[in-house]
C-alpha cells in the first residue's frame, strides 16, 4: 500500500476511493484547524519549525525533515501494514481471524476506548499551549512542537478510526473531540491528569516521561487489539511515541546534570540562589506526576477491563511475546485491598486485575529512566536519590483513593496528610520559584542555566542549528 502524500489528507488508506469517507474528513478538517489556531501552540503560526514529518509506515525512510509553518503541517493518516492472516491473540475469541470491520455487539466498547485515546491527544496539545513562550533554548522549542504536531496527528488517527467505522455517531464523537478542553471546568477532557497546568519546562518534561509512557503502554495493549484497524493505528503510533519519551528522559537527565554541577560548583543541595533546580524539588515534581499518571491506568479491580481483554479488544503489555495461554480464564491474581487495619491483599479473576498488570509493567519502565537520573547524581558524588513514590500515595483513581499515604508506602491520616503534603508536592511557592527560572532562550547555540545541553541535535544537525525561525 503506498502513502499518498499529494492528497489534501496524505494517507495510506485508499482515501481517494472512499468518497464518503473523504468528504467527512473534509469536513471535519476546517474545525481541527480552528482548534489548532484557538487551543494549540500560542503565537507560533508564523514560524518556521524544523519538523518530521510521517510520509510513510516503512521504517527505513518513513519521515521527512525541514522547516515547515505549524498549520501547514501534513497530518496525515497512517496504519503499519497488514499483518497476513493475523488472528485475534487473546481472550475468548483467540484464534480466530481478526476483525477488519467492528463487531457489532462490541461497537460500544471500542467506541468508548478509541474516544477515551483520542480524547488525551488534542488535551495534550492544550495543556503545553503556552510553553513556546519560555524555552530553555532552539532545540528544545523545536521538541515541543515535534510533539505537539504529533500528537495533532494522533487525534487525526482515532478521527480516522471513528469516521471510517462508526458512521453518524462517530462523526458526533469527532466533533466532540475538538470541544471538550483540558482545565475547562463545563467539559473537561475524561481523564483527570490531562486536565492539569503545564506551566514550566519541569512540568513538560515530567509529562513527556511519565504521562506519554502511559501512551506508550495504553498504545501498545490497544495494538494488540484484535479489531485490526485500531492495531495497526496503535502500531505506527507508537513509532512516534519513542520520541516524546526521549524528549522527556532526555530533558531530565539534561536539568539533573545542571543541577548536580551547580551543587558542586557552590557546595550545597539548595541550588536556588545559582539559578537551578534543586533535587528535592525534582523529586516533588516525580511525586506529583508518577502519582497522577498512576491514575490514568483504571482502577485495579475494572469489570470494563475484564471486558476489553475477554472481548479480544485490549491485550497485556506484549501480548504476543507472553508464555501463557493468552485466555485467563481461570486464573487468579492476587492485588491489594484496604482495610481498617491497613493494606491487606485480596485474590480476584486475573482478567479483572488487567489495568494493574498494565500499571506495574509502567512502573518498571518508569524506573529505569530513574536509575539513569541517579548514575549522574552519584558520578557527581551527591548523597541522594530520586525514587518513584509509594503506589499509594497521592492516589484518586482506585483502592487507594480512600486512604492517604507518604511517598514511602506508610500510612497517614488526614490531618497528617494535610500537615505534610507540602514536603511531598509542589507547593504555590515550589511553581513560583521554577516559573521564575523560566527565562525564553531562543539563540541558537545558547541554552537555559536551569539545564544542560543536549549531547546532539536532531537528525546530524548541531545544536546552534536555527530549529525554528521566526518569521
Ligand atoms: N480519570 O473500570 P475503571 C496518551 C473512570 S495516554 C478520570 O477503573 P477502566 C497520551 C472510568 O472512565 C493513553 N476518570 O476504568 C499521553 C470509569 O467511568 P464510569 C490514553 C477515570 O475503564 C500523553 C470509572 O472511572 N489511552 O495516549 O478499566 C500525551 C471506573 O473505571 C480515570 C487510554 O487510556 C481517570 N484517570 O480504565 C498524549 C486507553 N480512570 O464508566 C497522549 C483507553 C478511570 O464509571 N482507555 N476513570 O463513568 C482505557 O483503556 C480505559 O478507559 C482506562 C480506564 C484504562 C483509562
Ligand atoms: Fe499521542
Ligand atoms: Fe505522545
Known amino acids: 500500500m503506498q502513502a499518498n502524500y499529494n492528497e489534501i489528507i496524505p494517507n495510506n488508506v485508499d482515501l481517494g476511493d472512499d468518497r464518503r ?10 474545525a481541527y484547524l480552528r482548534w489548532w489556531h484557538e487551543m494549540g501552540p500560542a503565537e507560533s503560526n508564523d514560524f518556521q519549525v524544523y519538523l518530521r514529518t510521517a510520509i510513510s509506515v516503512d521504517s527505513d525512510g518513513w519521515a521527512h525533515f525541514g522547516h515547515v509553518r505549524m498549520p501547514d503541517y501534513r497530518w496525515g493518516i497512517f496504519l503499519a501494514r497488514p499483518e497476513a492472516d493475523r488472528t485475534i491473540g487473546f481472550g475468548d475469541h483467540r484464534g480466530a481471524p481478526v476483525w477488519t470491520e467492528i463487531p457489532g455487539e462490541y461497537r460500544g466498547e471500542l467506541r468508548r476506548l478509541i474516544v477515551t485515546q483520542g480524547d488525551t491527544e488534542p488535551a495534550s496539545v492544550e495543556q503545553q499551549r503556552r510553553l513556546g513562550a519560555t524555552p530553555p533554548s532552539l532545540y528544545d522549542l523545536r521538541n515541543l512542537y515535534q510533539v505537539n504536531v504529533e500528537e495533532g496527528r494522533h487525534l487525526w488517527a482515532m478521527v480516522y478510526l471513528l469516521h471510517a467505522h462508526f458512521g453518524r455517531d ?33 512540568s513538560f518534561f515530567m509529562f513527556t516521561y511519565f504521562q506519554d509512557r502511559d501512551g506508550k503502554f495504553q498504545l501498545a495493549a490497544l495494538s494488540e487489539s484484535g479489531f485490526d484497524p485500531l492495531s495497526r493505528t496503535c502500531r505506527f ?6 520520541h516524546h519519551m526521549f524528549v522527556g528522559e532526555t530533558g531530565l537527565m539534561r536539568i539533573v546534570q545542571r543541577t548536580c554541577e551547580l551543587v558542586r560548583e557552590h557546595d550545597t543541595l539548595d541550588v536556588r540562589a545559582a539559578g537551578g533546580v534543586p533535587l528535592p524539588m525534582i523529586q516533588k515534581w516525580i511525586n506529583f506526576h508518577y502519582s497522577i499518571c498512576l491514575d490514568l491506568f483504571g482502577s485495579e479491580r475494572s469489570t470494563n477491563a475484564a471486558n476489553y481483554f475477554a472481548m479480544g479488544l485490549k491485550g497485556r503489555y506484549q501480548e504476543s511475546k507472553r508464555d501463557d495461554d493468552h485466555t485467563l480464564a481461570d486464573e487468579q491474581i492476587e492485588i491489594p485491598k484496604v482495610t481498617a487495619d491497613g493494606i491487606d491483599t485480596q485474590v480476584i479473576a486475573a482478567r479483572a486485575g488487567m489495568n494493574l498488570l498494565l500499571r506495574r509493567d509502567f512502573t518498571l519502565d518508569s524506573q529505569r529512566g530513574l536509575d539513569r537520573f541517579n548514575k549522574i547524581i552519584k558520578a557527581h558524588d551527591i548523597d541522594f536519590e530520586l525514587t518513584l513514590p509509594d503506589e499509594k500515595f497521592n492516589r484518586a483513581i482506585g483502592i487507594f483513593a480512600a486512604i492517604h499515604a507518604s511517598p514511602a508506602g506508610a500510612l497517614v491520616d488526614s490531618e497528617r496528610w494535610e500537615r505534610e503534603k507540602d514536603a511531598w508536592l509542589p507547593t504555590a ?16 547555540g545558547k541554552v537555559a542555566g536551569w539545564i544542560a545541553p543536549p549531547k546532539r541535535g536532531i537528525h546530524g544537525k548541531p545544536f546552534d542549528y536555527d530549529y525554528v525561525r521566526f518569521h
Open 170 to 202: 462517530g462523526r458526533e464523537e469527532a466533533e466532540a473531540l475538538l470541544e471538550r478542553h483540558a482545565g475547562d471546568p463545563d467539559r473537561p477532557r475524561i481523564l483527570q491528569a490531562f486536565n492539569e497546568r503545564t506551566d514550566d519546562w519541569l
Open 21 to 30: 469517507l473523504l468528504r467527512a474528513l473534509e469536513r471535519w478538517q476546517p
Open 429 to 444: 511557592d515550589d511553581r513560583a520559584f521554577v516559573r521564575s527560572l523560566m527565562i525564553p532562550v531562543t539563540d541558537p
Open 237 to 242: 503510533m507508537l513509532t512516534e511515541e519513542a
